[in-house]
């Protein structure tokens, strides 16, 4: 019976130890859940504040590539001035519109004319050459969106040294 007592006795300390143990894991990982909370707490903290920050750059970068088209409106009609000035041509007359190209014989709004198709140097779909343009190259629709690709490239890189 000694034995047996004895051995219930050993059983018994060793099941109060893997209790204890098992206490003890379960308060590290109550403590670790706890840690996780709070860096998930931070982590969307972090990601609202990315997002306003974010809304401030795109309402600045609109502004940018707003400047960037008035700047391409005032040269050109500071061209359009200087035709007058040199060649005497009326511009007045509201004949111009630098929204529209020939297109296949017609004055057509940009929007309206194909992107797949180039307007050329005389107007005309397929891209007409002359001696300083090659067919294709540096006129037409094309041209305008690389160009403004290009300078909302620029006004990107303005925003990202600014931060």
Do not use: W
């Not at 840690?35 to 903290?45: A, H, M, Q, R, T």
């Not at 401030?56 to 500071?78: C, P, R, S, T």
């Not at 001035?81 to 009326?90: A, L, S």
């Amino acid at each position: 019976m000694r034995v047996e007592a004895a051995l219930l006795q050993e059983r018994c300390s060793v099941a109060t130890q893997k209790e204890e143990q098992a206490n003890q894991r379960a308060t590290e990982l109550r403590d670790e859940v706890k840690v996780l909370e709070e860096k998930i707490s931070s982590l969307k903290d972090g990601r609202e504040e990315d997002g306003r920050r974010i809304s401030g750059l795109e309402a600045e970068l609109g502004k940018l590539q707003d400047y960037v088209i008035e700047q391409h409106d005032m040269g050109f009609e500071l061209v359009v001035n200087q035709t007058t000035f040199f060649y005497g041509v009326p511009t007045n007359e509201g004949k111009f519109d630098n929204r529209k190209a020939f297109y296949k014989g017609d004055l057509l709004p940009l929007a309206d004319i194909p992107e797949d198709d180039d307007i050329g140097a005389e107007g005309e779909a397929g891209g007409g050459a002359t001696e300083d343009s090659p067919a294709g190259e540096g006129t037409g629709v094309d041209a305008m969106e690389d160009t403004l690709g290009e300078e909302e490239e620029d006004a990107q890189e303005i925003v990202n040294v600014m931060d």
